[in-house]
């Protein structure tokens, strides 16, 4: 765990020291550039020999996909209570997103001329959905009930199997209930590659969705530009900003939370402006580590990724904020304070307001996709949103009159820029 003085002259050094990610970037990328290309020229051949390599199972290229009785059959191994909230979950999510979907628009310009846009779905879309040391069945319900909501007819999901061959029955119950009938048994940045260029297998995507490992978002990174990507999220943040008014063990029970995911590469920042609070927050988290399943890993990330940042005012507070861009923020603070950090409060992926507000309802269930900027891209990316899964087209339409009204514009812009051919286009069609 580092400590940090906001008020020290070096602190945004510090801080910048801390944030920047550990070397190994080159060899990723590397290592990730061959993978992609192998998997561009060979296809099949090059993902399962990678598949193998890194998941310990080999299948021929026609058990890439995952069979739809198999996906169905994953429904049976839940119970009552876990069929429930997974459909909750999903009902959630939906229902907030259809908040936000877009509608098609026409109107008359200052020329009178018809001008709108169009809405449409993306034609077919990839979706990665991690599953390591857990399989992470909240990444399915924050995606694909997004997607079919916009109304994208071809989702394509890819999650990675065990060493078996299979994913796992929870997985596949979660795929089916949000809707999925097309899985393969695919991760790693070889399923990016397939997603971007196709194989005999697979058919390639419009667009990569979905959070994953170094490999799987440095490979998203790569291929942007032949597909589209959404936000390169990475390994989890979260931020907690807290005053006397805070619950010390919720506070450190919210903090390791986001530690267990099991990368090793998750940040957390405790943000305070009073040193035994934060004191006592430290002791409550040394306490609660060792009850937990990942207590190694857990203890991991709050010795070497956990920040203790001291500020002199909530304003600094927010400052600090915008400037680290968090994925997640819970504001443990009385409800004045809050008001305040909420209206300066810029970059961070999702807010989390009041003392029962922990992270853990946006990651399961609360509506807004749990898909959130990280490593400081919330300076300029939103979480996963229904417009990711759509594009737009701009519609003009002008008539004789509209036309004439808007002569003399183009003219001038034509004589600015030197482009007679485009002023002839225009006085054409009053000759």
């Not at 590397?30 to 998941?55: N, Q, S």
């Not at 199997?161 to 929870?170: I, L």
């Not at 997640?328 to 989390?352: F, P, Q, S, Y």
Request: a positive charge; one cysteine or more.
């Amino acid at each position: 765990m580092k400590v940090f003085s906001a008020s020290d002259p070096l602190f945004q050094r510090k801080l910048s020291a801390f944030i920047r990610e550990e070397g190994g970037d080159a060899q990723i990328r590397e290592t990730v550039a061959t993978i992609l290309e192998e998997v561009r020229t060979r296809g099949d051949r090059a993902v399962i020999e990678y598949t193998h390599k890194f998941d310990g199972f080999r299948s021929r290229p026609s058990e890439l996909r995952v069979d739809i009785g198999e996906i169905k059959a994953g429904e049976r191994t839940l119970t009552r209570e876990e069929r429930h909230a997974i459909k909750e979950a999903i009902r959630c999510v939906t229902d907030f997103h259809r908040q936000s979907l877009p509608k098609s628009w026409v109107k008359r310009n200052p020329h009178g001329a018809k001008v709108g846009e169009n809405w449409y779905p993306l034609g077919r879309v990839g979706i990665y959905i991690p599953a390591g040391s857990v399989p992470l069945v909240s990444t399915a319900v924050m995606t694909i009930p997004i997607a079919r909501l916009a109304g994208v007819r071809s989702i394509a999901v890819f999650t990675p199997a065990g060493r078996d061959g299979r994913v796992s029955p929870q997985m596949l119950a979660g795929l089916s209930l949000c809707g999925a009938t097309e899985v393969y048994r695919v991760g790693g940045a070889q399923a990016i590659a397939a997603m971007a260029f196709g194989t005999r297998s697979i058919a390639p995507v419009d667009k990569v969705m979905g959070p994953g490992n170094a490999f799987v978002a440095e490979a998203q990174r790569q291929v942007f530009g032949k597909v589209g990507i959404d936000l390169l999220p990475g390994p989890s943040e979260a931020m907690l900003i807290m005053d006397q008014s805070a619950r010390v063990e919720w506070v450190a029970a919210d903090l390791l939370a986001q530690a267990e995911h099991g990368s090793g590469r998750e940040r957390l920042y405790l943000v305070h402006a009073d040193a035994k609070l934060a004191e006592a927050v430290c002791r409550a988290v040394e306490e609660q580590i060792p009850r937990l399943r990942h207590a190694a890993a857990v203890r991991k990330v709050w010795a070497t990724r956990a920040a203790v940042i001291q500020v002199e005012s909530m304003d600094q507070a927010v400052e600090v904020a915008n400037h680290i861009a968090p994925e997640h923020l819970e504001l443990h603070l009385d409800k004045t304070e809050r008001k305040k950090c909420i209206k300066g409060i810029r970059t961070a992926g999702a807010i989390l307001v009041g003392h029962d507000t922990p992270t853990v309802i946006g990651d399961f269930t609360a509506g807004p996709s749990h898909t959130l900027p990280t490593a400081r891209t919330g300076r300029f990316f939103s979480g996963l949103k229904i417009t990711d899964f759509m594009r737009r087209s701009s519609i003009v339409e002008y008539d004789a009159g509209s036309l004439a009204k808007a002569r003399q514009t183009v003219r001038v812009f034509s004589n600015l820029e030197n482009l007679d051919a485009h002023g002839r286009s225009m006085e054409i069609r009053f000759e």
